[in-house]
């Protein structure tokens, strides 16, 4: 599968796996994958990992309640990236070219941000001080049959599901939906961004279209409560970075060139929080 914005509309979170292994030449062009520098558009450094738990860790895991909606593989991809200003964005951009890459190899993933084992993939990994886990995912082949819990965290988190278009993008301010038509040259990007995951599928990403540009602004949508639990590790900030991935990667490959800059126009954003702006070439 060569086209990304195939790829993209293909992936689903996947947690019940089928126990087959995954072949040498795929875990190979992984592994190249993973070796290959991301290029974070924040420029934080961030590293991958292709791992393999042993049964005792996948029981520690499993008694820890983190892996309760995991089943039928062994094989992790973990990441770590070094603190610092929008490291959660990087990390998000980069894992989810990954996922796209697995995905597009006809892997299935998942993003792990809520209730992981952090220690356990930082020993593996032998992270530093100075890094931090913010997630991870599975790797293997999609069982034929979800399990019930899987279809059970589905619904509860509602992940077929996706808000209006005019719900997530607005023109000129951020009360005025944007309206679209779907020849228009930015709807993919766009509608890409709709489609792509985000812990407990939140879609906390508003963006702003300057009128008469091609000027698009990311803003993060914040629930603060859900956050900032897990301290450093803010999975919405990773969400930002999931979706700069997708407009990113779409806007590429319909030729539509531009480049990540921060220029925060100057508005009324109540408590939406400006992240960065896709300057497309006119
Ligand atoms: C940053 C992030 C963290 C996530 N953490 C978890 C998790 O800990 N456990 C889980 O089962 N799913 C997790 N998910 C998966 C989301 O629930 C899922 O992406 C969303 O419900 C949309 O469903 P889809 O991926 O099938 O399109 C996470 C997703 C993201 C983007």
């Known amino acids: 599968m060569s086209s990304i914005i195939e790829v993209i509309k293909k992936r689903s979170s996947v947690r ?16 190249e994958h993973l070796q290959s520098d991301c290029q974070s558009p924040f420029g934080s450094q961030v590293r991958f990992q292709l791992i393999q738990t042993t049964e005792n860790e996948r029981q520690e895991l499993k008694e820890l309640g983190t892996y309760g909606t995991i089943k039928g593989t062994h094989l992790f991809i973990t990441g770590a990236v070094k603190r610092g200003p929008k490291a959660m964005e990087d990390f998000g951009y980069c894992l989810e070219k990954i996922i796209l890459t697995a995905t597009g190899l006809g892997l299935g993933t998942c993003w792990l941000g809520g209730s992981l084992n952090r220690s356990t993939f930082a020993r593996k990994m032998k992270a530093t001080e100075e890094e931090l886990i913010p997630a991870v995912t599975p790797l293997g082949y999609p069982a034929e049959k979800r399990r019930l819990i899987e279809n059970t965290v589905i619904v509860l988190a509602g992940s077929r599901k996706r808000k209006q278009f005019g719900e997530l993008f607005f023109e000129q301010d951020l009360n005025r939906p944007l309206e679209m038509k779907e020849t228009e040259k930015y709807f ?39 956050n900032r639990i897990l301290g450093e590790i803010k999975l919405q900030n990773l969400d930002i970075g999931i979706a700069m991935c997708h407009f990113e990667l779409t806007a590429k490959e319909l030729g539509l060139g531009g480049k990540w800059e921060i220029s925060e126009p100057d508005l009324e954003k109540g408590n939406l929080i400006y992240i960065t702006s896709w300057n497309g070439k006119n």
């Not at 087959?20 to 190979?28: G, I, T």
């Not at 990007?189 to 939140?202: D, G, I, Q, T, Y």
């Open 188 to 226: 993919l990007p766009l509608e890409m961004v709709r489609v792509a995951p985000s812990a407990s599928n939140k879609q906390p990403w508003r963006i702003m279209k300057e009128t008469g540009t091609d000027i698009y602004h990311f803003y993060l949508k914040e629930n603060p409560l859900y």
């Open 16 to 31: 019940t796996y089928s126990n087959r292994k995954v072949a040498k030449d795929v875990q190979e062009k992984i592994q």
